[in-house]
Each structure stands twice: as C-alpha cells, then as structure tokens.
C-alpha cells in the first residue's frame, strides 16, 4: 500500500516537471515580438525611445509617445544597421501637424542597430536611438 501510494507521488510529480519543462521550453522557442531602445540622446532629439515590433513578417518601428519631434526644416527617419550602413528612409514631418510616428523598415535593411532623426535640410545628426542588440 505504501509503494503504491508513493509511485502515485512519484509519478505526478514527473508529470508536473514534464508540464513545467513544456512550458519553459516553449517560451524559450518564441521570439520578443518587440524590442524597445534606449532613449534618444541629441541637440534636438533627446526624448522618447523607439520600439521595433515584428508581425507577419514585417518589421515596424514606431516612436514613444514622449518623443518630441524637433523644431527643424526637414527630420527624416535614418536607419543604421549592424555593419554601419545608413538608410535615409521617410520624412518624419510630412505636414504641418502631421508625422511619421511609425514605419515599415524596408526589405532591403537587414536589421537595425540604430535610429538616428536626421536633419536633410542642414544634413546633421538631431539625436539618435541605439537597440541593445541589432533587431530584425
């Protein structure tokens, strides 16, 4: 009776730890679905941060509500990726009260190590944001 009763101790115990080992491997096999970076350091630029969030496939990246778009003639979205490449992707001001608070990252950036906000007009760097590792 006693070796019965502890083989049923014993085996929903295994069963426990079979469910639990399920669960924490399963949460290991998906992905963040965003990645936020840290927050933007710049003459202009110098609030808010930029998450990256990956959904069918395709990559977004979309300004916190905090930012505060700088004061400047023409802020465009500057992309870097991990081997320093700059993209010059979209406008971030496209009317008078009207922004770009969120992109599509195009195919041809392969990932993303930093968003800089960039000026076209006086081609200068107005803060940039870093991710802690390149996102995708």
């Given at each position: ?123 200068t760097n107005l803060g940039e944001a ?7």
């Amino acid at each position: 009776m006693q070796d019965v009763r502890m083989a049923r101790i014993l085996g929903i115990a295994l069963l426990g730890l079979v469910v639990a080992v399920g669960l924490v491997a399963g949460n290991l096999d998906a992905a963040p679905n965003s990645h936020t970076s840290k927050p933007f350091m710049g003459p202009k630029a110098n609030k808010g941060t930029v998450t990256h969030t990956k959904e069918n496939g395709k990559s977004t990246l979309t300004l916190s509500s905090d930012f505060v778009v700088p004061d400047t003639p023409d802020p465009h979205w500057m992309l870097v990726d991990s081997k320093g490449t700059t993209y010059l992707v979209k406008k971030l001001r496209i009317k008078e009260d009207k922004y770009n608070m969120s992109i599509e990252v195009p195919a041809y950036v392969k990932d993303v190590a930093k968003v800089i906000i960039w000026c076209a007009w006086a081609e200068t760097n107005l803060g940039e944001a870093s991710f802690d590792s390149p996102v995708k």
